[in-house]
């Protein structure tokens, strides 16, 4: 594991630390700080502000009482009581990410073995230890939940964090999974009605949830009863969806769909109403090009109805590096040292396609090429694209180490790596209604702010250099977080 420590940051604390804001914080979160002070000041550092502007160089960024104060040329600064100083030559900084698929669980195939066979249930066990930590030491500052299945457990976790007493992000904690009667997941509640919709949504946004999401299975009239009475309360409603589409659900008032362009399933052969399709959006994606008639529509009707997509590139990256010229992607280590002895021979297991397991009926490079060419017309004709890993033990993708790979990859499907940033962070906090306060780094925000060893703008991998995390101006050090978790991510 390559070891990022304290001595390779050219980093200077000249005054001690002020106590007013430790003070709050539990001994369980002081052990991840680095830096807390009345007044920070990141000096001679690169900003890549979040709003898709062209990085700056040279600048100090201020924070005083949890706020970016101000943001000016660099200069050296001295010293003053109560006051940290960081000297950033050679790092970035960038608004902290606002992961919008971000789960607090891990998938588990009981029994997993090397012909891809499990015994049911599939299981999805919590990671209330380990991926709060893993996302707030990747550099996400906010997470939607984007599903739970121990929604008590999410919404006391928030809480927790928000009091200071556990380390990690800000949360949207998101209501358990809206999904019709069938379902191979036994954790998620079984639709049975618009009625039961309706019912589920109020009872859990009375207990704080601020988020939903509905599923494969879920009912056109069940959604729409679920969409109606979220809004009525100001919550705005996601899916992954199978048995409604894309048109449908926009047209239904949905406010976000995820995993980009890959479960459409509107021209899918055999697809009846209310019903997931076997095909689960491939063949659709594969027969829309990103200029054909069918995808424009499609484009037309989410734009006009504000409809954001939620591009989740990691999940999907490893099946079709699996058949990519020159094999698979390399692992990241890094995120490999975080998982569990079980979670890591998963990942092996899942990584070599056994004999007996035939190939997909569609070619994922082609799937793969199609939504990234979707998602970038979606953007370029002015829907809000937003990101997240999708965090859920297929493959490699791990809390925080997905979140990087997420703009590492919008920058393989053509976005500049501002724009890419942008996607991670402003468009997020769009999408929450929360942009006066975070997303981007301007005067008067939040002090949510990561800050990087290198230049994501010339080589995006840098953006995996993640040393320190500020989240309301408290810098928290990021490998003491992954230290704290190691071969923890899969078992709690
Ligand atoms: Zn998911």
């Given at each position: 594991?390559?070891?990022?420590?304290?001595?390779?940051?050219?980093?200077?604390?000249?005054?001690?630390p002020?106590?007013?804001?430790?003070?709050?914080?539990?001994?369980?979160?002081k052990?991840?700080?680095?830096?807390?002070?009345a007044?920070?000041?990141?000096?001679?550092?690169?900003?890549i502000?979040?709003?898709?502007?062209?990085?700056v160089?040279?600048?100090n960024?201020?924070?005083?009482?949890?706020?970016?104060?101000?943001?000016?040329?660099?200069?050296?600064?001295?010293?003053?009581?109560?006051?940290?100083?960081?000297d950033?030559?050679?790092?970035?900084?960038?608004p902290?990410?606002v992961?919008?698929?971000?789960?607090?669980?891990?998938?588990?195939?009981?029994?997993?073995?090397?012909?891809?066979?499990s015994?049911?249930p599939?299981?999805v066990?919590?990671?209330?230890?380990?991926?709060?930590?893993?996302?707030?030491?990747?550099g996400?500052?906010?997470?939607?939940?984007?599903?739970?299945?121990e929604?008590?457990a999410?919404?006391n976790?928030?809480r927790e964090?928000?009091?200071?007493?556990?380390?990690?992000?800000?949360?949207?904690?998101?209501?358990p999974?809206?999904?019709?009667?069938?379902?191979y997941?036994?954790?998620m509640p079984?639709?049975?009605?618009?009625?039961?919709?309706?019912q589920?949504?109020?009872y859990?946004?009375?207990?704080?949830v601020?988020?939903?999401?509905?599923?494969?299975?879920?009912?056109?009239?069940?959604?729409?009863?679920?969409?109606?009475?979220?809004?009525?309360?100001?919550?705005?409603?996601?899916?992954?969806l199978c048995?409604?589409?894309?048109?449908?659900?926009?047209?239904?008032?949905?406010?976000?769909l995820?995993?980009?362009?890959?479960?459409?399933?509107?021209?899918?052969?055999g697809?009846?109403?209310d019903?997931?399709?076997?095909s689960?959006?491939?063949?659709?994606?594969?027969h829309?090009?990103?200029?054909?008639?069918?995808?424009r529509?499609?484009?037309?009707t989410?734009?006009?109805?504000?409809?954001?997509?939620?591009?989740?590139l990691?999940?999907?990256?490893?099946?079709a590096?699996?058949?990519?010229?020159?094999?698979?992607?390399?692992?990241?280590q890094?995120?490999?040292?975080?998982?569990?002895?079980e979670?890591?021979?998963?990942?092996?297991?899942?990584?070599?396609?056994?004999?007996?397991?035939p190939?997909?009926?569609?070619?994922?490079?082609?799937?793969?090429?199609?939504d990234?060419?979707?998602?970038?017309?979606?953007?370029?004709?002015?829907?809000?694209?937003?990101?997240?890993p999708?965090?859920?033990?297929?493959?490699?993708?791990?809390?925080g180490?997905g979140?990087?790979?997420?703009?590492?990859?919008?920058v393989?499907?053509?976005?500049?790596?501002v724009?890419?940033?942008?996607?991670?962070?402003?468009n997020g906090a769009?999408?929450?209604?929360?942009?006066?306060?975070?997303?981007?780094?301007?005067?008067?925000?939040?002090a949510?702010?990561?800050?990087?060893?290198?230049?994501?703008?010339?080589?995006i991998?840098?953006?995996?250099?993640?040393?320190?995390?500020?989240?309301?101006?408290?810098?928290y050090?990021?490998?003491k977080?992954?230290?704290s978790?190691?071969?923890?991510?899969?078992?709690?």
């Amino acid at each position: 594991m390559r070891h990022i420590s304290a001595s390779v940051l050219a980093v200077f604390i000249i005054s001690l630390p002020a106590a007013a804001q430790t003070g709050e914080l539990s001994k369980n979160v002081k052990q991840f700080v680095r830096v807390d002070a009345a007044k920070v000041v990141l000096a001679h550092v690169r900003v890549i502000d979040g709003t898709g502007a062209a990085a700056v160089e040279d600048r100090n960024v201020l924070i005083e009482d949890g706020k970016i104060s101000a943001i000016e040329n660099g200069t050296d600064v001295t010293a003053s009581k109560g006051a940290t100083i960081l000297d950033l030559r050679g790092y970035t900084v960038m608004p902290g990410i606002v992961g919008m698929h971000n789960h607090l669980f891990y998938i588990a195939r009981p029994n997993l073995n090397s012909e891809w066979k499990s015994d049911p249930p599939v299981l999805v066990p919590q990671m209330t230890f380990s991926a709060p930590r893993l996302y707030l030491a990747g550099g996400v500052t906010t997470m939607r939940t984007t599903g739970s299945v121990e929604t008590y457990a999410d919404l006391n976790l928030k809480r927790e964090i928000d009091a200071g007493k556990l380390p990690g992000p800000h949360m949207d904690v998101t209501g358990p999974y809206l999904e019709g009667a069938e379902s191979y997941f036994i954790q998620m509640p079984h639709l049975t009605s618009a009625e039961d919709a309706r019912q589920l949504v109020e009872y859990w946004a009375d207990r704080g949830v601020t988020s939903f999401k509905a599923y494969m299975n879920i009912t056109r009239a069940e959604l729409k009863a679920a969409i109606e009475a979220a809004h009525k309360r100001g919550i705005k409603v996601t899916g992954h969806l199978c048995s409604v589409t894309y048109k449908e659900a926009a047209e239904l008032g949905i406010d976000d769909l995820e995993h980009g362009f890959f479960v459409n399933t509107q021209l899918d052969p055999g697809k009846k109403p209310d019903m997931c399709s076997d095909s689960q959006g491939n063949y659709t994606l594969e027969h829309m090009e990103a200029d054909s008639v069918e995808a424009r529509e499609l484009i037309e009707t989410l734009v006009k109805h504000h409809v954001a997509i939620t591009s989740t590139l990691p999940v999907f990256e490893g099946s079709a590096a699996e058949f990519r010229d020159g094999g698979p992607t390399q692992i990241n280590q890094k995120a490999l040292d975080a998982m569990s002895p079980e979670a890591k021979e998963a990942f092996l297991l899942l990584r070599h396609r056994p004999g007996t397991v035939p190939r997909p009926k569609t070619d994922p490079k082609l799937l793969w090429k199609r939504d990234l060419a979707l998602e970038r017309a979606f953007a370029a004709a002015g829907g809000l694209l937003i990101a997240g890993p999708d965090p859920t033990g297929t493959g490699d993708v791990v809390p925080g180490f997905g979140d990087q790979r997420e703009i590492e990859l919008l920058v393989e499907a053509g976005f500049s790596p501002v724009e890419a940033i942008r996607i991670a962070t402003l468009n997020g906090a769009i999408y929450l209604g929360r942009d006066k306060q975070i997303g981007s780094i301007a005067a008067g925000k939040n002090a949510d702010i990561v800050v990087i060893k290198g230049d994501p703008t010339k080589q995006i991998s840098d953006i995996e250099k993640v040393e320190i995390v500020f989240k309301d101006g408290i810098g928290y050090d990021s490998q003491k977080l992954l230290d704290s978790v190691k071969g923890r991510y899969g078992e709690y």
